[in-house]
T-cell receptor, first 115, second 115 residues
Framework: AQSVTQLGSHVSVSEGALVLLRCNYS??????LFWYVQYPNQGLQLLLK??????LVKGINGFEAEFKKSETSFHLTKPSAHMSDAAEYFC?????????????FGKGTHLIIQP | DVKVTQSSRYLVKRTGEKVFLECVQD?????MFWYRQDPGLGLRLIYF???????EKGDIPEGYSVSREKKERFSLILESASTNQTSMYLC??????????????FGPGTRLTVL
């Protein structure tokens, strides 16, 4: 069984500061990893994903994440926060073993941007 | 752009009623999913389908059923709604093939309240 832990249900940063949202996963097989963002009153949209290859993945809106197998982590970062980044962020994992079992999501981190 | 639409943004039903939540995607995607989203719990997979008339249980199928008679439409059915089914329901779709690596595209969600 796989699981995702997002550290911090709420993270607050100042505009222009570094954004770091933490995600750790548990999986018995090599995972595929995703970050989704949900703006208020909207559905989720994909920020970035890691499947194979380069472990540093770049996504939309200046976000990136690095897959670290030894640490079972997939933390999301952005060098300089913008007010428009305020949203709920979800880390998700799926099984690379070939089973059709959808995504397992973390509980989400609400990102607050202070002016 | 992929578009996933859900029949209602807000729905209020009474305990014991039969409830239908409809989801339609316009990009000829093979796979479709239903999640529920609750504060502090993230998204949890209810059911998914990788082909017409095919369905698979997710993590929390109890109290729900689904129907996929046409490729573009995936319905979630609450046979007898209960107050603990008050939640945000999100539909998603993804292309085909390996379910686990495909980007899932989400609808805007239906906020269901059961009184």
């Amino acid at each position: 069984a796989q699981s995702v832990t997002q550290l911090g249900s709420h993270v607050s940063v100042s505009e222009g500061a570094l954004v770091l949202l933490r995600c750790n996963y548990s999986s018995s097989v090599p995972p595929y990893l995703f970050w989704y963002v949900q703006y208020p009153n909207q559905g989720l949209q994909l920020l970035l994903k890691y499947t194979t290859g380069a472990t540093l993945v770049k996504g939309i809106n200046g976000f990136e994440a690095e897959f670290k197998k030894s640490e079972t982590s997939f933390h999301l970062t952005k060098p300089s926060a913008h007010m428009s980044d305020a949203a709920e962020y979800f880390c998700a994992v799926s099984d690379s073993g070939g089973g059709a079992d959808g995504l397992t999501f973390g509980k989400g981190t609400h990102l607050i941007i202070q002016p | 752009d992929v578009k996933v639409t859900q029949s209602s943004r807000y729905l209020v039903k009474r305990t014991g009623e039969k409830v239908f939540l409809e989801c339609v995607q316009d990009m000829d995607h093979e796979n479709m999913f239903w999640y529920r989203q609750d504060p502090g719990l993230g998204l949890r997979l209810i059911y998914f389908s990788y082909d017409v008339k095919m369905k698979e249980k997710g993590d929390i199928p109890e109290g729900y059923s689904v129907s996929r008679e046409k490729k573009e439409r995936f319905s979630l059915i609450l046979e007898s709604a209960s107050t603990n089914q008050t939640s945000m329901y999100l539909c998603a779709s993804s292309l085909a093939g390996t379910v686990n690596t495909d980007t899932q595209y989400f609808g805007p969600g239906t906020r269901l309240t059961v009184l």
